[in-house]
């Protein structure tokens, strides 16, 4: 997170005013994140995050975020619970923007994930599409191969000035997504941004899941792809495969993957790899004046993507070919 958007005291108490949450203690900004603008909200009756939704979120699926967290927490997933107002809304607007008041979750993200964190994450991976099978609504991922293309046309004319020949690189790369991407894979709900600023844990044990705005119908396995991206390369981006097969089996212990989905697997972390750089891409080029962000650093994906499209088998994530 991050915070783009000021919020006023006389607005804030206004807000909160509507809710049953006790009288406000103390109210801050956190620093950390990208997307949205997030607040540590203390009152007498217990902590809360507030959350601001900003640029890339359309107001019309916030329903969606909403709707699949109180599904999810329902079903047993430790995850943010959004909190209604007197109204019953559990949507309200606060200095211009969308606002949520969601519960605080205890726990800590690790920085440099060990084995056995990947290995919980895997499980917990598995269990979160288990939980998210039975819900109703829909949102296709606006992030996904069709998304790529213009999120790339947005940057492209500046790209080779993070890096000389970035932009011919993934156009290149676009046109081979774009002729190779799967077409039918087992989909549901996934959560499509687990990295592991997303994953609390406390001591060693994997104790909550939060940030679920980027949410949305896609491939399972496009899920999984995404977590060995953001969890299993080291700090100097080589691959730690033994990280790969902790993380693969812990979410094979609760859904073993189909052949279709572990032949796809290399593929999936291209398109995985080239969503997140991207994304980044844009953001490093467009950073809003004045915005409390650090853009984070789109080569770095450009150099996972590299590393899968050399990828020739599963036996490179550490699965038995
Ligand atoms: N429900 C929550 N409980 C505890 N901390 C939270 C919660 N939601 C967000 N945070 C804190 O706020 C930070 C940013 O939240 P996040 O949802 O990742 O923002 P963004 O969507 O903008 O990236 C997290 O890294 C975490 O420290
Ligand atoms: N995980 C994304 C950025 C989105 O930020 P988050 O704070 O919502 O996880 C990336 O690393 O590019």
């Known amino acids: 997170m991050a915070v783009y958007t000021d919020v006023g005291d006389e607005d804030l108490a206004a807000f909160i005013a ?33 959350t601001l939704y900003e640029k890339r979120v359309n107001e019309a699926e916030l329903p969606f975020f909403i709707g699949l967290m109180q599904h999810l927490a329902g079903r047993g997933i430790n995850c943010p619970t959004p909190v209604r107002a007197r ?19 205890d726990g800590v993200s690790v920085r440099r994930p060990r084995l056995p964190h990947c290995a919980q994450l895997g499980v917990a991976l598995a269990d ?5 099978a039975d819900f109703a609504v829909h949102r296709t991922n606006a992030l996904s191969l069709p998304g790529w293309r213009p999120l790339f046309e947005r940057s492209a004319d500046r790209a080779d000035e993070v890096q000389p020949g970035l932009a011919a690189e993934i156009d290149a790369e676009l046109g081979r997504l774009e002729a190779e991407w799967p077409k039918a894979l087992p989909a549901g709900v996934i959560h499509a941004d687990l990295f592991p600023d997303n994953v609390f844990f406390l001591g060693d044990d994997l104790s909550g899941l939060i940030d679920f705005y980027f949410a949305c119908n896609d491939f399972l396995a496009y899920d999984l792809v995404i977590c060995l991206n953001a969890w299993c390369f080291e700090t100097d981006l080589q691959f730690n495969v033994t990280k790969a097969r902790a993380l693969i089996a812990g979410y094979e212990s609760r859904r073993p993957l189909t052949p279709g989905e572990r032949a796809a697997l290399p593929l999936l972390a291209r398109g995985a790899a080239m969503r997140f750089l ?12 004045g915005a409390l962000v650090t853009p984070k650093d789109p080569i770095e994906y450009l150099r996972k993507l590299r590393f899968h499209q050399r990828v020739t088998g599963v036996g490179a994530y550490g699965m038995t070919p």
């Open 278 to 289: 991207l994304s980044r891409l844009y953001d490093w080029l467009n950073v809003p004046p």
């Open 18 to 50: 509507d809710y049953d949450i006790g009288e406000l203690v103390s109210f801050k900004g956190i620093a950390e994140g990208v997307e949205n603008s997030n607040f540590l909200l203390r009152t007498t009756a217990a902590s809360f995050i507030l």
């Open 87 to 105: 109204s019953g809304a559990a949507l309200g607007r606060l200095a211009g923007r969308p606002a949520a008041i969601v519960t605080f979750l």
């Open 128 to 132: 979160l599409h288990a939980a998210g």
